[in-house]
């Protein structure tokens, strides 16, 4: 007798749509397309846009074959699937001549006028690193790229609500003619996080600029600017607190050594600012920026600082000394500072002391990373005070620099502090210490 029933089919057929969609979620292109040949089911699930809100697309300076095909897959998905896109980042890996960026001019004028055409949901745009004062930039290919962008962030303007053109490198006015596209239609733009920090190119004076500050007048509603410190100026904190003080989060500010950091801000534009934004917090970022009176004239009391993060990198300098800045400056933020980073070469003067008493002075400090030549003895008193709850600590990272090649007594008696508050650091703390030779 024949069988007439149906054959018995697989527990994925009457897998739901939303449980289908997910699955693919976590698939790479090539995986997608290969199982949306399966069935009809799977091939409608390839085509659901929540798959495809999200895309990276990276530029290799010297690919390999698989990181070819990688690119032209994800190039050519974007543009299949760009009416779904809502988060688009592109990224430069390792721009080597002038003709690698000439390819990624032309890709990205293409790719750009096709998305403008026919997506009306993008949000969010990361290009990092241009980095347009490079040689390889010729100035007919720089231009055409900017004018590029600029179209497109015009015809993006009233959707999109998060920028990042970090490490951009350009020019004063080409920056403020890509800033001013996001206001172009309306004169005011509603974008709430741009990420302009290196954006201007080395040098540039960007804080006496009236050009800079007329683009920055049209911004209405940020909520989460990143920049660096040669943009600020009494003009612009007074642009932010009329403007957007209804909506301003955060500040994150980067000073470099190499960037004027010279001008005269004054506190009361700073505790004007902060009045008017009550939820205000602003992270200081400082890159070499080490000498007493250089943060004296940018740390000022009335600076909602929530965050600061010290890096001298590897250079030592013996006109500058930390002592004063963790006496002096920054126990002026012991109610608001939470997350303090110093990575100081400081081997001609020890802080052990300075530090632990700044942190037990700083009521909300959670988060330490130090790399500095420290005594061991300063991890004990640290852990010490923390077992005693006289300070709140939740994450401690300390890479303790040593002049001498061999640390084996140094680890020795880290690890038997390890031991001695085992029970505190396992049920309580994200904790990393270790020695570090700098010879």
């Not at 400056?329 to 081997?347: C, M």
Request: with cysteine; glycine share 2%.
């Amino acid at each position: 007798m024949e069988d007439d029933s149906e054959p018995e089919q697989s527990s994925w057929a009457h897998l739901p749509d939303v449980c289908l969609r997910h699955v693919f979620h976590w698939l790479d292109d090539r995986d997608r397309s290969r199982a949306a040949l399966v069935c009809k089911k799977w091939s409608c699930a390839m085509y659901s846009g929540s798959l495809w809100r999200c895309r990276t697309i990276t530029f290799y300076g010297q690919p390999s074959r698989a990181r070819t095909l990688e690119f032209q897959s994800a190039l050519w998905y974007t543009k299949k699937f760009g009416k779904y896109l809502k988060h688009l980042e592109v990224k430069l890996s390792n721009p080597y001549n002038t003709p690698f960026i000439k390819k990624f001019q032309v890709t990205m004028k293409g790719l750009l006028s096709h998305l403008g055409k026919c997506n009306s949901h993008l949000a969010s745009l990361s290009i990092k690193y241009l980095e347009l004062d490079c040689l390889i930039w010729k100035n007919v290919v720089r231009a055409q790229f900017i004018k590029n962008l600029a179209t497109f962030l015009k015809r993006m303007s009233k959707q999109l609500d998060y920028l990042n053109l970090k490490g951009a490198r350009i020019t004063l006015e080409e920056g403020c003619e890509l800033l001013n596209s996001l206001s172009s239609l309306t004169n005011r733009s509603f974008i709430s996080e741009i990420n302009i920090e290196d954006f201007f190119s080395l040098h540039l004076s960007v804080y006496s600029s009236a050009l800079f500050h007329q683009t920055m007048s049209k911004f209405h509603s940020l909520t989460i600017l990143t920049f660096n410190y040669n943009c600020i100026s009494d003009e612009l904190l007074d642009i932010l607190r009329e403007h957007s003080s209804h909506s301003l989060c955060t500040l994150n500010i980067k000073c470099h050594i190499h960037d004027p950091h010279g001008q005269v801000v004054s506190g009361m534009s700073w505790a004007n600012l902060a009045k008017r934004a009550p939820k205000l917090n602003v992270n200081f970022f400082f890159e070499r920026v080490m000498k007493h009176d250089h943060l004296a004239r940018i740390l000022l009391v009335e600076i909602p600082v929530r965050s600061i993060s010290l890096r001298s990198c590897y250079f030592s300098d013996p006109d500058w000394t930390m002592r004063p800045t963790l006496t002096n400056l920054l126990p002026a933020y012991w109610h608001g500072l939470q997350k303090l980073t110093l990575e100081l070469n400081n081997d001609h003067e020890l802080l052990d002391n300075e530090l632990l008493q700044l942190i037990l002075s700083c009521k909300r400090l959670i988060f330490l990373k130090v790399w500095a030549f420290l005594s061991v003895s300063f991890m004990e008193r640290l852990l010490q005070n923390r077992a005693e709850r006289k300070c709140i600590l939740t994450t401690i990272k300390v890479r303790i620099y040593t002049a001498q090649d061999d640390s084996t007594e140094e680890e020795r008696l880290l690890a038997d502090i390890y031991r001695k508050f085992k029970y505190l650091i396992d049920s309580e703390l994200n904790y990393f210490v270790i020695t570090y030779p700098m010879v």
